[in-house]
């Protein structure tokens, strides 16, 4: 009787054994849980190029007539002049560019580059910078008309600079000097109109 009640309860805890067991594919399963690692470091900005400081333009100013002095090699019909910087040493960091050139009066001589030697540097487009030496520019001219007045080379210019002051500083001492740069006039010559001969007209004698 022992015998027998023993194994009915080895076939009873095998069959409850078997149950808890998953069947093949049929039975879920649980998806395994995932950890997330953190490294306390902060995510990486997009790589990005951006501009930190923006450009920022430096003063300036024009002047009418730039500060220069000089004179023609010789007087003549044709003259080519000399003509170089005249206020002195410029602020540091400023930069004075030559423009157009013009005379005053305009009715004497007029520009003519010509009458300058080839390799002789014009003045438009000249740079004259500070703590350099200034480099001489030339103008040619020729004269169309007499006159009694000695025609000014006025030379327009661009000056920046690294403070308003400096500009400043540039335009009273351009407007103190303005331009010593004169042509010489002299007398056109005149020509020699010769008279026309009236034919005698025959009187009756």
């Known amino acids: 009787m022992r015998t027998v009640m023993a194994a009915a309860v080895a076939i009873l805890m095998l069959v409850v054994g078997c149950s808890d067991t998953p069947a093949g594919n049929g039975g879920s399963t649980t998806p395994p849980e995932t950890t997330e690692t953190t490294t306390g470091e902060p995510t990486p900005e997009p790589t990005t190029t951006e501009t930190t400081q923006t450009k920022q333009n430096k003063p300036a100013i024009s002047l009418a007539t730039a500060p220069v002095g000089g004179a023609p090699d010789e007087t003549g019909i044709e003259q080519c002049a000399s003509v170089a910087w005249l206020a002195g040493d410029l602020p540091d960091g400023t930069v004075v560019t030559f ?41 040619g001219a020729k004269q169309v008309a007499n006159g009694t007045e000695d025609p000014n080379v006025v030379i327009e210019a661009e000056v920046t600079c690294d403070t308003e002051d400096d500009c400043r500083k540039v335009q009273k001492e351009a407007k103190k000097r303005g331009t010593q740069v ?7 010559p005149t020509e020699t109109v010769e008279p026309t001969e009236t034919p ?4 009756d004698g």
């Open 99 to 139: 423009g157009e050139v013009r005379l005053e009066p305009g009715d004497i001589f007029e520009l003519y580059q010509q009458a300058c030697p080839g390799d002789r540097r014009r003045c438009p487009g000249l740079t004259i910078r500070a703590n350099t030496e200034p480099e001489s520019c030339y103008v």
């Open 182 to 188: 004169e042509f010489i006039t002299g007398e056109l």
């Open 200 to 203: 005698e007209t025959p009187t």
